[in-house]
């Protein structure tokens, strides 16, 4: 029997850009040029490992965003996925962790799944607690921020790198795994890759597709309200001085000076 | 005044101090109840009380050790019906931020992640965070259900406030989900001897201008001569120079400090989201173009492995 992975993949603003808010305080996705997360890739290429070591496995890569959203998922493609789901509805637009979840686990559901892969936080909104929700909201198991995954006979196993041990987790199909950016570096595609991922099937969806309403998502839908952002004030320059043989001795001065020695 | 749930962090009955901080936090926005579970739980109560719980709900399983997340959210889940909390506030550890996604998803509740301040406002706590690798500062609230929040380490100051910290015993049934996922086997990592990362005062990393992990000494060197904890860049950390639990930055460890000291770091974005409010930034790099230069408060343009030593001599003789 096939294996069926999905991989949940998030496009976002570029992180070396200048990212900043839009008038209704969401994240504004118009000045920035946007990306596959790189997080993701990670996420795409331990999927791609997973599906080589299985007999028989398919990989669905899904994204929830914007219309040009589509790019990650064409890099996905590209990587070596073999087809995409792109949820896109206008009712969207500034759904937060919760909704968003509700819409990923939907769309899961309808895809058919055994293992779901994600990325260990996206690299905007950098929570890092949808493949916790999403979990939740499938009932299965969770296996999160793994260094080192592999799949056999039904139960997927893994290593966790965690703040006080190392942990060896296991459990059984179906289930929401996580990976880190531990987990090995993500190929790039191939020109043979790319040139593949332009015929391969790319499904869209919207909210009435899955069966939500629009009350549940969206900036009205959100259980979370963003009442202010403000630009922290540029830290007042600093002083800086070429080491001409006393910097050690002057870094020490200005430590004593602040009291920390 | 209205109850406020604070999940405890603790290695065997021992608090770890971002939960001290919690509670600082907790006092402001209701009466903070504790919930401490696993081996260990009714030790944590004096440490507790004595910063301002007025309970304690402790529990005790074996499920806590053997199975991830799921059992703390079912106690969680326990602890929250039992109180009726106007708040559930958790560290920002991996783990509670696990906890509280599900417990939120559970709850129907909204949540907001890495909070680096709390306050009290007229519609719930207002939570402050730090964003877009902490370009911007941000006040959101959760607009339904409980809120549940999570804080980040060094967010407040750890204060005394004697309470009753009274314990009572939290009664948990677990979910037929609680044993999905196994932990085969845990390997506590060995101690350093020197502060956590994220606690520390004083933090001094090391990136790829190191060089190699026999030069990481050097930096170690001044770090002990500071009391300070060891950190390292992401490049530093998959050359294999130094372990992947110190790395600062976006997909590392977040750090706070009184001081950091960056030498050999260029000072990229993913880096600068993991470091950049600390109080006080200094930079040793013979780059004087390098990024990080523009978050100094002092520079020193110049090559580490003369600079760092001499100011870890000059620290040893000023500290006599
Ligand atoms: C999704 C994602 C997540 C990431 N997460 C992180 C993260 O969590 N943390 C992180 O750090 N990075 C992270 N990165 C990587 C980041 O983009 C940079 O590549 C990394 O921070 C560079 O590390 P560095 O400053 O040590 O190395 P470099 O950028 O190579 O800088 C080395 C510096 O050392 C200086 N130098 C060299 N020799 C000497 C000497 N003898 N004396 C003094 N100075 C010297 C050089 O002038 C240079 O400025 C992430 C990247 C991505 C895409
Ligand atoms: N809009 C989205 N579409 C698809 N996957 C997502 C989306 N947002 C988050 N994810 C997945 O969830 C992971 C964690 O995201 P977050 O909790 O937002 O930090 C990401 O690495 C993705 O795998």
């Known amino acids: 029997m096939s294996l069926r992975i999905v991989v949940c993949v998030k496009y976002v603003p570029d992180a070396t850009g200048d990212r900043h808010f839009a008038e209704d305080l969401t994240v504004d996705r118009d000045d920035v040029d946007g990306l596959l997360s790189e997080l993701d890739e990670y996420a795409v290429e331990q999927a791609l490992q997973i599906a080589d070591e299985a007999d028989d496995a398919e990989i669905t890569v899904l994204t929830v965003g914007p219309e040009d959203a589509k790019d990650a998922l064409r890099k996905a493609l590209s990587m070596g996925a073999d087809k995409a789901v792109h949820v896109e509805d206008d009712d969207l637009h500034g759904t937060d962790a919760l909704g968003t979840s509700l819409v990923l686990a939907k769309a899961i559901e309808k895809t058919g799944y055994d293992l779901v892969v994600c990325g260990m936080a996206s690299t905007d909104g950098t929570m890092g607690v949808l493949p916790a929700m999403l979990a939740e909201r499938l009932g299965v198991p969770q296996v999160s921020l793994l260094a080192e995954v592999s799949v056999e006979d039904g139960t997927v196993k893994g290593r966790r790198d965690g703040d006080t041990a190392t942990e060896q987790l296991e459990a059984r199909l179906p289930a929401v795994v996580s990976v880190t950016d531990q987990s090995g570096e993500a190929r790039y595609p191939s020109f043979k890759g790319i040139m593949a991922a332009k015929k391969k099937p790319v499904e869209s969806w919207d909210l009435e597709d899955l069966e939500i309403e629009s009350d549940e998502v969206g900036l009205e839908g959100a259980w979370s309200a963003v009442d202010g952002a403000t630009e922290r004030p540029a830290r007042t320059a600093g002083t800086i001085v070429k080491d001409e043989g006393e910097g050690g001795k002057q870094l020490a001065a200005f430590l004593a000076e602040r009291k920390f020695i | ?320």
């Open chain 2, 1 to 320: 005044m209205a109850e406020v749930l604070v999940y405890v962090d603790h290695v065997d009955g021992a608090v770890r101090k971002p939960t001290l901080e919690l509670l600082t936090l907790a006092r402001r926005v209701g009466e903070p109840v504790a919930v401490a579970l696993g081996s260990g739980a009714a030790d944590t109560a004096a440490a507790l009380a004595e910063h301002g719980a007025v309970k304690v709900l402790t529990h005790d399983a074996s499920e806590y050790a053997d199975y991830l997340v799921v059992p703390k959210v079912d106690a969680l889940q326990a602890a929250y019906e039992a109180v009726s909390p106007a708040a559930v506030l958790f560290p920002s550890s991996t783990e509670g931020k696990e906890i509280a996604a599900r417990l939120a998803v559970r709850i129907g509740s909204g949540i907001i992640t890495d909070a680096v301040d709390l306050e009290a406002g007229v519609e719930g706590p207002v939570a402050t965070q730090s964003v877009f690798a902490a370009a911007f500062t941000t006040k959101s609230r959760v607009s339904k259900g409980t809120p549940v929040i999570t804080v980040k380490p060094n967010s407040a100051a750890v204060e005394a406030a004697p309470a009753a910290g009274a314990v009572e015993a939290l009664s948990v049934s677990f979910s037929d989900k609680a044993t999905g996922t196994k932990v085969v086997s845990r390997a506590a990592r060995e101690s350093t001897g020197r502060p956590e990362l994220t606690e520390a005062a004083i933090v001094v990393s090391g990136g790829r201008g190191v060089g190699g992990a026999e030069n990481f000494p050097v930096v170690e060197a001044l770090a002990d001569s500071l009391g300070a904890a060891v950190g390292a860049s992401r490049a530093a950390v998959d050359a294999g120079w130094y372990p992947h639990t110190n790395q600062v930055g976006q997909t590392g460890k977040t750090v706070s400090p009184q001081l950091y000291i960056a030498a050999g770091i260029s000072g990229a974005i993913q880096h600068r989201a993991g470091m950049q409010t600390s109080k006080t930034i200094v930079a040793v790099n013979k780059d004087s173009e390098a990024p990080i230069f523009d978050l100094v408060d002092y520079g020193v343009v110049g090559d580490l492995f003369e600079v760092v030593p001499q100011l870890t001599e000059e620290v040893k003789a000023r500290k006599g």
